[in-house]
């Protein structure tokens, strides 16, 4: 294999973003070849069960369902592009990918409102 021009792999890098933004995916960082992405994903979506479970627990499931849909998880992305064009796609722990931002002094471009 031939290594690649920068432009090229910046390329492969912008295609492959766009292919996980249209998929609901948010740009957290980006750095030369490398990009971070996050999504929100619900932990449980059981809104009809604790609907029709609240009048027979005075409520509880209700509340108990609500909270469990506000709690949502982040899932986080690394995308890397080397100097082969090879994409590579790792799904790292979200408070390691946040810790390691911290640690390269990077701020989230668009994680904001993921994090709360």
């Not at 933004?21 to 490398?34: A, L, N």
């Not at 929100?40 to 005075?58: D, W």
């Not at 909270?67 to 890397?80: E, P």
């Not at 796609?89 to 390691?96: I, L, M, N, S």
């Amino acid at each position: 294999m031939s290594k690649i021009s920068t432009e090229a792999r910046q390329q492969i890098l912008i295609t492959e973003i766009a292919k996980y933004t249209r998929k609901g995916w948010s740009i957290m960082h980006t750095e030369g070849f490398v990009s971070i992405l996050a999504k929100r994903v619900a932990k449980h979506n059981g809104i009809l069960g604790g609907v029709l479970l609240a009048p027979f627990s005075l409520g509880l499931s209700l509340l108990w369902t609500a909270a469990r849909n506000l709690d949502q998880k982040v899932d986080s992305m690394l995308l890397s592009v080397d100097e082969f064009g090879q994409v590579d796609v790792q799904y790292p722990d979200t408070d390691e990918l946040m810790a390691t931002l911290e640690v390269m002094g990077a701020t989230p471009d668009a994680n904001d409102e993921l994090q709360n």
